[in-house]
């Protein structure tokens, strides 16, 4: 069946539930480059994106011609250059909107206006969610060209009595201390993420970027507030990367309330020993 016997299957006909995976078929759509054929599986509502010169030739007019799945038509470039053009007048600041005016100007428009974005974190949301509504206009209107309604993707919950045993495993192997297991899981999922950032595409790519970036500094955040003392005398902290670290225990004493609290450093150790010999002056 051709591409325009599908587009024409669902009229006159009551819709057809699919479970869609709204990310994946926001991909499908805003990739329109003519290497990349995306299609939607009727039944399970998977996207399979097929790239020209990676897939099998013959695999891929096995798709085509497969009435399980229907061809993806994603949003021209032109349309998603006016959604640039409809987005900068929204942006307050004149010199950002100067600059992405300048920026979708000639070839190359879609790069440079998202390399000026990239150093402008809160605009750049901002498109991210003006882009995506725009998506799923034309998402919605395609799915109700082709009789599709779409429908929750079913997530199946996992037995309990596995959820135990798999709890129990993992406690065991955590108090074994298996360190060889651990080194090799790492090395596994870098090899893992450098076969998945060759596959995947510049826009991807950033947002990959953006959210390592995100973790990074999240985790160095944590690590410092777990070194840092606290404020307050005599109080321990609540938190629970501050509790993980080696304290010694504070003694309740009528001392306590001039006592630092006691830290791994050498020289913030020597620090409440110095106070306590004028208190016993």
């Known amino acids: 069946m051709s ?3 599908k587009s024409g299957a669902g009229a006159g006909q009551p819709p057809r539930d699919v479970p869609i995976d709204w990310e994946a078929l926001e991909d499908a759509f805003e990739n329109n480059a003519p290497e990349v054929h995306s299609y939607l599986h009727l039944s399970t509502g998977e996207v399979l994106r097929v790239v020209d010169g ?25 349309e ?49 969610a003006f882009r995506s509504e725009r998506l ?9 060209a082709h009789a599709l309604k779409p429908t929750p993707r ?52 950033d947002k990959v970027i953006a959210f390592a970036e995100f973790v990074k500094a999240r985790r160095a955040a944590r690590g410092f507030s777990a070194r840092e003392p606290s404020s307050d005398s005599g109080v321990e902290s609540s938190d629970p990367a ?21 830290v791994a450093s050498t020289e913030e150790e020597a620090t409440p020993s110095s106070r306590k010999r004028p208190a016993a002056r």
């Not at 799923?136 to 109700?144: I, P, S, T």
């Not at 504070?250 to 306590?256: E, H, K």
Request: no cysteine; charged share 30%; proline share 7%.
């Open 3 to 5: 591409d325009s016997d």
């Open 54 to 78: 990676i897939a099998d030739p013959e695999m891929h007019q096995r798709i085509a011609s497969d009435t399980s799945y229907m061809r993806i038509e994603p949003v021209s470039s032109r």
């Open 80 to 128: 998603q250059y006016r959604w640039m053009e409809r987005f900068i007048p929204m942006v307050e600041d004149k010199p950002l909107s100067d600059l992405l005016t300048q920026a979708i100007d000639g070839k190359g428009a879609f790069r440079r206006f998202k390399d000026v974005l990239m150093s402008h974190g809160a605009e750049r949301e901002r498109w991210f």
């Open 136 to 144: 799923r206009v034309f998402m919605e209107a395609w799915l109700a």
């Open 154 to 205: 079913v997530v199946w919950p996992t037995e309990p009595a596995l959820g135990l045993a798999k709890e129990g495993r993992e406690k065991e192997a955590v108090a074994g201390g298996d360190v060889a297991r651990r080194t090799r899981n790492i090395d596994t999922l870098r090899k893992q993420l450098h076969e998945l950032v060759e596959t995947l595409s510049a826009r991807d790519l």
């Open 242 to 262: 501050a509790s993980s670290e080696p304290l010694a225990p504070v003694v309740p004493t009528a001392d306590a309330a001039v006592l630092e609290p006691p």
